[in-house]
């Protein structure tokens, strides 16, 4: 599948779900109508047949809004128990990230020296942040890599 049809594909379903997020609103809004007009009919008057559909709507949010945390709940219960990782500690996360990028080496000497490695990296970031002509030769050394290493993630995503 080309990158132009993945576009069309996502432009497609998103412009169908907001269809039937307006088409439903719609049809919440006329049935709200629906209701204060019944009720606004009745000896209550339209003060009261106000408060009445306002209040069922925001239960009617309330109860949507409950049942999708329940939901998401459910769910990362279940993706929570079908993927189990027996190591997962900050040693095997910074292992596992700088691994393909720096290699064994480094990626050892990381795991051995994890404090000065974290002591390092804020120190960096303090000395970027407080020198505009370093942050500018960083920026310059850095950019044409990141363009190189962005086309390539382009090609291999249309291939």
Known sequence: MS???KIAA???????????????????????????????????GPGV???IVGGALIGLIVLVALIALA?????????????TQPNKTPDNM?????????GDRA???????????????????VVLAASPRLR????????????RKAMQAAQRFMD
């Open 94 to 102: 910074i292992e596992h990230q700088l691994r393909p990028v720096l």
């Open 10 to 44: 996502a432009a497609t379903a998103h412009m169908m779900l907001w269809l039937l997020m307006f088409i439903l609103l719609a049809g919440i809004l006329f049935c709200a109508w629906g209701c204060y007009l019944l009720i606004a009919a009745t000896a209550l």
């Open 136 to 147: 500018a030769l960083l920026v310059g050394a850095v950019g044409p890599l990141a363009s």
């Open 107 to 125: 990626t050892d000497w990381a795991k051995q020296n994890t404090g000065v490695a974290v002591a390092g990296a804020l120190t960096a970031g």
């Open 49 to 51: 047949a106000a408060l």
């Open 71 to 83: 939901s998401q709940k459910s769910n990362k219960r279940v993706a929570a128990s079908r993927t």
């Open 3 to 5: 990158i132009k049809a």
